[in-house]
């Protein structure tokens, strides 16, 4: 079975300052895809980047980066330049072939001033 | 914004009833999917509907039941509501079935049973 574990129940960051969020994953499919979401204390949740099992560079999007080791089956995300807006809770989840979206219980980030 | 609509925002309902959740799909996706998000967990995926079929289904029981119109739209309908059902619900739409393609979400609905 498919299994995510985000181990950092609450993070806080610098204003400005760059913050990474673990993210690691199980699965015995060859061919997954990790996403990572934000999720605002409305409760939207909105797709922040994707990264493909087979994908050779990290997937980047803006201010957002998969940290994505293959091997140590991890998809860390890596915000820079952190701003206050960033302050929500964030998924990292994965699918595959074989099965439906699965996500980890998330991580709040809290942004300082 | 991702164009994903759900409605109602808010429901209260008691234990015992019924409640039909409805989503509006992405222009262009086919697919929806359907995910119940407790207090301080992740969502965890209730089914999928794709061509209006369902195509998946996650660890919940026969009571939660779904439909998708030929416009794509959906329906969550949950009988004989227990406390346990509680949540937000959110509803994903996807342009294929692939299950690796990107799921993009509606704001939810937040579900109170008393």
């Known amino acids: 079975a498919q299994k995510i574990t985000q181990t950092q129940p609450g993070m806080f960051v610098q204003e400005k300052e760059a913050v990474t969020l673990d993210c690691t994953y199980d699965?015995?499919?060859?061919?997954?895809?990790l996403f990572w979401y934000k999720q605002p204390s409305s409760g939207e949740m909105i797709f922040l980047i994707y990264q493909g099992s087979y994908d050779q560079q990290n997937a980047t999007e803006g201010r957002y980066s998969l940290n994505f080791q293959k091997a140590r089956k991890s998809a860390n995300l890596v915000i820079s330049a952190s701003q206050l807006g960033d302050s929500a809770m964030y998924f990292c989840?994965?699918?595959?072939?074989?099965?439906?979206?699965?996500f980890g219980k998330g991580t709040r980030l809290s942004v300082i001033a | 914004e991702t164009g994903v609509t759900q409605s109602p925002t808010h429901l209260i309902k008691t234990r015992g009833q019924q409640v039909t959740l409805r989503c509006s799909s992405q222009s262009g996706h086919n697919t929806v999917s359907w995910y119940q998000q407790a207090l301080g967990q992740g969502p965890q995926f209730i089914f999928q509907y794709y061509r209006e079929e369902e195509n998946g289904r996650g660890n919940f029981p026969p009571r939660f039941s779904g439909l998708q119109f030929p416009n794509y739209s959906s329906e969550l309908n949950v009988n004989a509501l227990e406390l346990d059902d509680s949540a937000l619900y959110l509803c994903?739409?996807?342009?294929?079935?692939?299950?690796?393609?990107?799921?993009?979400f509606g704001p939810g609905t937040r579900l109170t049973v008393l």
């Open positions: 989840a994965m699918s595959s072939r074989n099965t439906p979206l699965v």
């Open positions: 699965t015995s499919d060859p061919s997954y895809g």
């Open positions: 994903a739409s996807s342009p294929r079935t692939g299950r690796t393609d990107t799921q993009y």
